[in-house]
């Protein structure tokens, strides 16, 4: 059996050397004879991991002490609906950034719970750049800012930390956590559903200040509000144990590798070789903006959208998959986040090199 480079935005390739490691505890966790999926979560050995998988996230991210890490369930999606819930408090409106499709997805949840001031958009230019800061309309009266510093499927992304004065800053990094460091204390609240760049789907995780928990809407389910899952420590109900088990193995890989630092010149590396080679060949273009195209997700189309298909079979055949872009963008779209080997972008760009001369 060989394992092919798997490009997909999500869920999206995992660490070989943590697949064997869960692979050689499937059956029998060290020397407990149980698997991890069937541990109690309340147990000792499974709150041993539990807390393991937290400290070593909190030591990656560098997470100051005044913020809970929270592992919950129910993807990014549901926190488009839990933020506004629990961080709006007793005021009527929020501030979001428009920057792509998921912006967009967390501003039409949070219209059903407020007045949504759009700060800017990058609807009008396809969503290939963002606006400087001096053109941003803050609300003085919005609860919080709400922004998406990587736009998975459009591949833009923010230069810096928005700058939002006094105003809890929220950001929705499902696919960019841990792919560069970030100043946590700059934010009052961040979410990511895992399937990017921490493990498997069916963990979300959520990094709350903790002054912005307790303020939830009195009549909403007690498993939408931060509180309950914080002062449980995530053991509310039952949470997502294997995923969380798998977060915490990716977490001490990173760390192996030399953590957030050691990734972001890694993926550095990695986006400027496939950019450079959209760039320097007429047959590929990426239409964003240089300053603020993701090193996460590179969405790429071909001068010729009729080779799509034959692009896509002959990057299989070559072990390269998932590369068609996301249905409502067309063409191709490489995610290459911490998981994808610096040799898997190399064969990317030597089958786009000889693909183009072949066919150009
Ligand atoms: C994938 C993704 C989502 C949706 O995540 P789910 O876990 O499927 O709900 C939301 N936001 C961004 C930026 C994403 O990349």
Redesign the pocket.
Known sequence: MSRVFNFS??PAMLPTAVLEQAQAEILDWQGTGVSVMEMSHRGKEFMSIAEQAQADLRELLNIPNNYKILFLQ?????Q?GMVPVNLLGNRQQADYFNTGI?SK??IAEAKKFCKVNIVSSSEDNKFTTIAKADEWQLDPNAAYVHY?P????NGLKFHGIPKVGDKPLVA????IILSQPFDISKFGLIYA????NIGP?GV?IVIVREDLIGEAMPKIPTMATYQAHAKADSMYNTPPTYAWYLAGLVFKWLKELGGVEAMTERNKRKAELLYSTIDDNDFYNNPVVRKYRSKMNVPFTLANSDLNKTFLEEAKETGLVTLAGHRSVGGMRASIYNAMPEEGVQALVNFMGDFASRKG
Do not use: H, P, R, V
């Open positions: 935005a999500g129910g993807g990014a999606s549901t488009f998921w997805k967390a998406t990587n736009e998975t499927i929705d990094m499902s696919s559903g895992a399937q990017k789907a979300t």
